[in-house]
């Protein structure tokens, strides 16, 4: 069993009715605790709002930040932009219950809340799929791995039909489509 993470416990049995703020910088040791080695680096705000009711809690969860990563393409490190916002509600119950994504249902007794989970969770569904460098998009990456995929690529096919002779046909069809 892994030692909950302190600081992302929030005593809530104390806090009047209505709305309080919980800041927190994550960075990579963050993620270490989840044993997620995932980002080269982490630099992430989150802001938690936390709306107590007479009868349940509602919070809030906004991430904003970077995560250094290794592009999928050319396997070079790079900074990807997260921002992310969440909801959820904490409601009291017999038993412990968090099969519902957005509904987390605690014992009567409790009096306290963690939420390093969510914030984790939040976060890493916040990086893309597919993890691409910027410079890969904008051409402005000079990388061996990308001047070797440009190597390897097959020629355009402009640059095939230039050199092929081709059915005077397919030249008509075309006309066609540029006499739009």
């Not at 892994?2 to 960075?27: C, W």
């Not at 040791?29 to 009711?53: G, P, Q, R, S, W």
Request: with cysteine.
């Amino acid at each position: 069993m892994m030692k909950p993470l302190k600081e992302f416990i929030i005593q809530f049995v104390g806090l009047k009715a209505g709305e309080h703020f919980f800041e927190y910088h994550i960075d990579n040791t963050f993620f270490e605790h989840f044993e997620y080695d995932e980002f080269i680096d982490a630099n992430i705000n989150t802001t938690v709002v936390l709306n107590k009711k007479t009868t349940f809690l509602e919070l809030h969860f906004e991430v904003s930040g970077t995560v250094n990563i290794n592009c999928d393409v050319t396997n070079e490190p790079f900074d990807q932009i997260i921002k992310n916002e969440f909801d959820l509600v904490v409601k009291f119950g017999d038993e412990f219950n968090n099969e519902n994504e957005e509904i987390l249902i605690i014992p009567h007794a409790e009096y306290e809340v963690d939420i390093a989970q969510y914030i984790y969770e939040l976060i890493v569904l916040s990086v893309p799929t597919k993890r691409i460098h910027p410079g890969v998009e904008d051409g402005t990456l000079d990388s061996e791995i990308l001047n070797k995929l440009e190597e390897l690529s097959p020629k355009s096919l402009e640059e095939k039909n230039e050199n092929e002779d081709i059915d005077p046909r397919w030249n008509t069809l075309k006309k066609l489509l540029t006499d739009k």
